[in-house]
């Protein structure tokens, strides 16, 4: 192989890398926030709270805030519709485990979006409907784009909230990746509430 054939060899694969690397880190930024919500039987829905780094915020708000900086319900619609909709695909980077089973997250039945400073907030719901087994009940979260084009820099759970009086819970929290770690000293890589009736 001559000289010139091993420089656009090695050109090709430098392009194929850089095209790799480019792809693969991530380009939105935001912090996630859970709680869980309790009725009689056990948790009813999950709420998630998510905070936009101020790139992509501005963007979104740019493209649909009529420049009053409070998303009004036609433009809440419109943002559902084109930019939060398409992340069913994702399962809306919701990774969850029912008592040792996956649950694939296709539905949320609320969806709230503002603005905070200069950060685009969403805040939406997720049906559960999970009953507390004599045993104990558990369910493994962790919010993760698999795609990595968005990066989750933290993830916190509030106390369980609403009838949660009547349940014996606990929330454990598993390590971040180091890059997650780094962003934020904070962050937590998953969580577990195990609940069961007092």
Same mark, same amino acid.
């Given at each position: 192989? #001559? ?8 050109? =090709? ?12 880190? &991530? ?14 039987? %056990? ?20 493209? +649909? ?20 909709? #398409?992340?069913?695909?994702? %399962? ?6 029912? #008592? ?21 907030? +969403? ?12 045993? %104990?009940?558990? =369910? ?32 454990? +929290?598993?390590? &971040? ?6 962003? #934020? &000293? ?13």
């Amino acid at each position: 192989m #001559n000289t010139k054939t091993l420089q656009k060899l090695a050109l =090709i694969i430098v392009i194929i890398m850089h095209t790799a690397l480019a792809s693969a880190h &991530p380009h939105v930024f935001m912090d996630s926030e859970v709680s869980f919500v309790f009725n009689e039987q %056990g948790v009813e829905k999950l709420l998630v709270h998510w905070e936009f780094d101020e790139m992509f915020s501005s963007g979104i708000i740019m493209d +649909y805030d009529d420049g009053d900086r409070v998303i009004d319900e036609e433009e809440r619609k419109l943002i559902r519709r084109d930019v939060f909709e #398409n992340l069913v695909h994702h %399962g809306y980077f919701l990774r969850i485990d029912i #008592n040792g089973e996956s649950f694939p997250v296709e539905f949320v039945d609320m969806f709230d979006v503002s603005i905070k400073g200069n950060r685009l907030v +969403y805040d939406f719901s997720v049906p559960l409907g999970i009953p507390a087994k004599g045993s %104990g009940s558990s =369910i493994d979260l962790k919010v993760l784009d698999s795609t990595n084009y968005t990066a989750i820099v933290s993830l916190k759970a509030k106390k369980p909230t609403l009838h949660s009086s009547g349940f014996s819970t606990t929330i454990e +929290y598993a390590e &971040p990746d180091t890059w997650s770690r780094n962003m #934020n &000293p904070e962050s937590i890589g998953s969580l577990r509430l195990v609940f069961s009736k007092k």
